[in-house]
């Protein structure tokens, strides 16, 4: 069964509760498909300089400007080049994506088909996480209609233009969600990161040139053709503009999907639109952009989700999946389960990140059990500092930021379990 339509909706979702969207008819009759003619009337560099111009950040989580990295496309290659849309969404706490694929198809592949004219790439592959069956096919029946309709193929539009879309599965690696452990895997490799550089733009796909752009980014695409920078540039805030669909999950009232302004306020968020705590409860912490991003404290909730607020409080946006955990958690608790995912999910290629994985979920399993020492806690300190920055791929940071998030906000939950030799948090969740 697929997920509820988003609880508050806009231009990407406005359509999403009208089922015929997801099919060809829907899509066209809502006027999908307008913004690809509108581009395809337009030089290709125009159409890059107006995504640059609208100033759309990735929504993939590094919030890198789009139009940007289709600039970086070499404008004259003799390989061909490809478009890849990382659609592998395995961050704990994010499924904004699933969503825009299961309801919205045609609009990924209208942002693909843009993208594709502004940048050269003659194909483009579509990396579905495993999980995603009903987003996979959705796509594929939606790719099988473009083709039927002349959106996809040898003369798209009747225009001189050339484009086909590939749908790959993955197998359910976190790490194949990382732009270069996904084209190893593209590749049918062990999905390992690759040293950068040479960066996807030179050596991507096949080694041929690559753009990687998330799923919602792709989305949005079509919007600011059709609507124009203005217009995408009067959502969010003046260094993080348009909408983004947040993901809220945990311990609230109304638990899912919200399209909301980038810049919105993470309180409102969880305590308006997701309707806030449980009955008798109040909020003790909320990861704000998935699962490797630094967690907040209640009392420093009233933040814009945008990075260039995000960041004051040592945090980042993410993947925009809201994490509500209630004073019942023991945040000891919830460190274990992180360590142990990334512990899990490392591909091993760098010592840091692999045996500091490693160590991190031991000594944060070993405080919950009540065996820990305060020297323990110094020493998963030092460890999450010596993993940053130092690695292949941006992994070790993701494993160590939200440890270094719990011990700045909640270090009176791991010196409580030092103290007493077990966990204070008798009603928290199950390990
Ligand atoms: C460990 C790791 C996992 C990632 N997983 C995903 C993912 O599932 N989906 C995604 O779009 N980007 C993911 N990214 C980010 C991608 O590497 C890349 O930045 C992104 O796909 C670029 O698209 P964007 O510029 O449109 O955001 C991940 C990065 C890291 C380091
Ligand atoms: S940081 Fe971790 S996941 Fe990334 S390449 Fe190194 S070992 Fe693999």
Redesign the pocket.
């Known amino acids: 069964m697929g997920l509820e339509v988003p609880h508050v909706t806009g231009y990407l979702t406005q359509h999403f509760a009208d089922d015929a969207y997801a099919g060809i008819d829907g899509y066209v009759g809502a006027g999908g498909y307008g913004a690809l003619r509108r581009a395809l009337d337009m030089a290709p560099g125009d159409v890059t300089e107006l995504v640059k111009g609208a100033g759309l950040q990735?929504?993939?989580?590094?919030g890198?400007s789009?139009g940007t990295?289709w600039s970086f496309m070499p404008e004259n290659s003799e390989k061909p080049k490809y478009l890849v849309c990382?659609a592998?969404?395995?961050?704990p706490g994010s499924f904004k994506d699933r969503i825009l694929m299961e309801r919205g198809p045609h609009q990924v592949l209208e942002g693909i088909l843009i993208a594709a004219w502004a940048t050269g790439a003659e194909k483009t592959f579509i990396y579905v996480r495993g999980e995603y069956a009903l987003p996979a096919a959705r796509l594929e029946r939606a790719i099988a209609e473009a083709h039927e309709r002349e959106f996809l193929g040898e003369r798209i539009c009747g225009k001189d233009f050339a484009h086909d879309v590939v749908l790959m599965r993955g197998a359910g690696a976190?790490?194949c969600?990382?732009?270069t452990g996904l084209l190893e895997s593209l590749e049918g490799k062990k999905g390992q990161p690759r040293k950068k550089p040479p960066f996807p733009a030179q050596f991507g796909a096949f080694g041929m040139p690559t753009t990687?752009?998330?799923v919602e980014?792709f989305s949005h695409v079509p919007h600011i053709v059709a609507n124009g920078v203005e217009w995408f540039r009067g959502f969010g805030t003046e260094k993080s503009p348009g909408n983004t669909v947040f993901g809220v999950s945990g311990q609230v009232r109304r638990p899912g999907l919200f399209e909301l302004p980038l810049g919105t306020p993470l309180d409102e968020i969880v305590f308006e639109h997701a309707g806030g705590p449980l009955e008798g409860r109040q909020v003790k912490g909320v990861i704000p952009g998935g699962m490797s991003m630094p967690i907040l404290p209640a009392n420093l909730l009233d933040v814009p989700m945008a990075n260039e607020f995000l960041r004051e409080r040592k945090t980042m946006l993410g993947t925009g999946g809201v994490v509500v955990m209630d004073d019942r958690t023991c945040m000891v608790r919830a460190s274990c389960v992180i360590a142990y995912f990334f512990r899990d999910e490392s591909c091993g290629q760098c010592t840091q990140c692999r045996e500091g994985t490693g160590w991190i979920h031991k000594i944060v399993e070993r405080i919950e059990r009540g065996a820990g020492s305060s020297e323990d806690i110094e020493i998963l300190q030092d460890i999450t500092e010596k993993m940053e920055g130092q690695t292949i791929?941006?992994?070790a940071d993701?494993a160590a930021w939200p440890i270094q998030g719990m011990l700045r906000h909640f270090r009176d939950d791991f010196v409580e379990h030092v103290n007493r030799g077990k966990c204070p948090f008798p009603e928290s969740f199950e390990l």
């Open positions: 990735g929504r993939g989580g590094a890198f789009t990295k990382n592998d969404e395995s961050e976190y790490i969600g990382e732009e990687v752009n998330n980014t791929c941006a992994f993701a």
